[in-house]
């Protein structure tokens, strides 16, 4: 009993889990985050793979946030922004993107069958981190389309100290958008997404540079 205890004061000081059973628990920055997902045998993404940003929360910040698998589902409605009291150009002042490692979660590629339905068991199951996004202005901040992170790029230092883009953003990349929702985070806000871990030795270190027209954001730097 005394080692299963010990070994989960051991967990939770690597990982910020907190919970023991059901829904994994773990603190991040300010809230506690309530994950459903618990896969078994999940694993790394390879040099030269890719994966998008899903949206897995768009909201308030709270004391406790829950998310689950699946993407961002609600279509919100922002009154504000059928007026035009929103911005598209905004600098780290306004928006502020931070890979948490000490969460270190889990996360999924999903494939999609001919209806339109995720297909469950074909699912690959991969080590990540969380990453928040918070709107520090007193406006709402246009955040692109779809239900995934529009536009985030990632990028790996090398070896010699120069940074390489490994990711472009969705917002360069042929998307048919129909139908997909406009993003928006209101003042004080929060997004969470979650970015995979990978194993490339190529890279020493790695950050997310948030690209529009008018400005670059960057993350914090990290491992994977």
């Given at each position: ?219 914090n730097t990290f491992t994977l």
């Amino acid at each position: 009993m005394r080692l299963t205890c010990l070994w989960l004061m051991i967990l939770s000081s690597c990982t910020g889990y907190v919970g023991t059973s059901g829904p994994l628990q773990y603190h991040s920055k300010g809230f506690i985050l309530i994950d459903t997902v618990n896969p078994s045998n999940p694993g790394w993404l390879k040099a030269g793979e890719t994966k998008d940003f899903p949206i897995y929360y768009n909201g308030p910040a709270a004391d406790t946030i829950s998310i689950g698998k699946r993407y961002w589902p609600a279509r919100v409605f922002y009154p504000e922004t059928k007026q035009g009291f929103f911005k598209k150009s905004y600098n780290s002042n306004d928006l502020e993107i931070t890979a948490d490692t000490s969460v270190s979660c889990f996360a999924s590629i999903d494939y999609l069958g001919e209806n339109g339905s995720y297909l469950n068991d074909s699912s690959q199951w991969f080590h990540a981190i969380l990453l928040i996004l918070k709107n520090k202005s007193d406006s709402t901040l246009y955040m692109g389309r779809t239900y995934c992170l529009y536009y985030i790029q990632l990028e790996g230092q090398c070896q010699d100290g120069q940074w390489t883009r490994i990711q472009k953003p969705l917002s360069e990349t042929w998307l048919c958008s129909t139908n997909q929702p406009d993003i928006f985070l209101r003042p004080g806000e929060i997004i969470l997404s979650k970015i995979i871990r990978r194993a490339d030795p190529g890279f020493t270190k790695y950050r997310l540079a948030w690209v529009t027209y008018y400005s670059v954001v960057y993350s914090n730097t990290f491992t994977l």
